[in-house]
């Protein structure tokens, strides 16, 4: 067996709620190897969108089946929109009419939105139901189907509604990642990245190197760079599960990326990593504005996101009508915010992330004119 083709096994240590997380190719073709040993009973419900189904319901189907598993299925649109009270409301009416039970296995099989909200579903349906991630997408195989925190977006903002809820397993099949269009697998790439920016330079300095030939389809890359983000979730999980700490490190340019996601409405004009992209781009432009972290260092950001066309300034989007005052009230409604103080997470340099609660909130808006006013840093 090759190193790209390797299966290699994660634990998340949550006491009696611990779980694996198996990253390797071709894993969903052969999913009941893992999927059976953690169901309560042999029973399950699929559930994916519209994108992903035509790639890979037919043979995680058939594999549950050839395991006497039985197996249901539900199909949601695809996209954002789907994270609703409207879909959230229409799923648990859906999975009620089943008559299933509380042994009965939901399982995720797409990206953050339908792992999120299948999340949430799952902990809300007969007050706690079994589920499991199979992500299918790079974000979502290196962070929002690991470590529990399932949800919906509200209009007041980006995951507001939602609980902890961890899985019984997260099988991450890195085949999965060819189906991925060039601008979903940038997306997922700026969560990647971040893992870096947090805490561990080697990884960045790995990325320099290697990002374009894990962007390119390099398995052996991909693989490394999937594993080395998920063990560092993992840690974290098992360190602070429902972020009252150094979790909270995670968000590390997600304050600013909500807005701008609140701010385009939570569509296609904005993914979510290439908002967590730009806003990590700003919260280090920022350290550098308050003599945090060296200018070198924050140059070095946008410079390799310049050199992966990761976005890292507002030319990408329209902002016209924009102000500073609306993106500090979509900061405002955070989940985030403690005692009326936004919480960011700024770096002392690459690989030297922190938390804080005391950046005055002129800074933020003098930061926010600039970069609306150039649209750029």
């Known amino acids: 067996m090759t190193a790209a083709n390797a299966t290699e096994t994660l634990r998340v240590e949550l006491g009696e709620r611990s779980y694996d ?15 059976a040993p953690v169901l309560a009973r042999p029973r399950t419900i699929v559930i994916t969108d519209e994108n992903v189904a035509p790639h890979y319901l037919a043979p995680l189907r058939a594999s549950l089946q050839a395991a006497n598993i039985d197996v249901d299925t539900i199909t949601l649109p695809a996209g ?16 009620l009419a089943r008559r299933v039970e509380r042994s009965t296995t939901l ?16 902990a809300s349906v007969l007050r706690g139901m079994p589920f499991i991630q199979v992500p299918t997408t790079l974000l979502s195989q290196v962070d929002s189907s690991v470590g529990g925190k399932t949800g919906i977006n ?9 609980a902890f809820y961890q899985p019984k397993l997260v099988l991450a099949d890195t085949t999965a990642l060819n189906t991925l269009d060039h601008r979903q697998l940038m997306a997922g790439y700026a969560e990647v990245v971040k893992y870096g920016l947090i805490d561990d330079l080697n990884f960045f300095e790995w990325l320099e190197l290697h990002a374009q030939a894990l962007i390119d389809g390099d398995m052996d890359k991909r693989r490394h760079a999937v594993l080395t983000s998920c063990a560092a979730k993992a840690r974290v999980v098992a360190e602070d599960e429902r972020e009252g700490g ?20 939570y569509g296609d004009k904005l993914l979510h990593g290439e908002a967590v992209a730009i806003g990590m781009a700003m919260a280090f432009d920022l350290s550098r504005r308050l003599d945090i972290c060296p200018g070198q260092d924050s ?10 066309c990761l976005p890292n300034d507002l030319a990408v989007l329209d902002t016209i009508g924009w102000t500073a005052d609306k993106l500090l009230d979509h900061m405002s409604r955070d989940k985030k915010v403690e005692g009326g103080k936004l919480t960011f997470i700024l770096a002392r340099g690459i690989g030297q992330a922190f938390i804080t609660r005391d950046v005055a909130e002129a800074e933020v808006r003098s930061l926010l004119e600039d970069w609306l006013a150039n649209r750029s840093g």
């Open 107 to 122: 399982i995720a099989l797409g990206g953050g939105v339908i792992g999120d909200l299948v999340g949430y579903t799952a």
């Open 154 to 162: 509200t209009r007041h903002g980006k995951n507001l509604v939602g």
């Open 246 to 265: 150094r979790r909270a490190l995670l968000n590390l340019g997600h304050t600013f990326g909500h807005a701008l996601e609140a701010e385009t409405g």
């Open 80 to 95: 954002e929109q789907t994270k609703s009270f409207v879909h959230f409301q229409t799923l648990c009416e859906d999975i």
């Open 299 to 308: 140059g070095r950001v946008s410079a390799h996101f310049d050199a992966i």
């Open 21 to 35: 997380i198996v990253v390797g190719a071709d894993l969903i073709a052969h999913a009941a190897t893992w999927i």
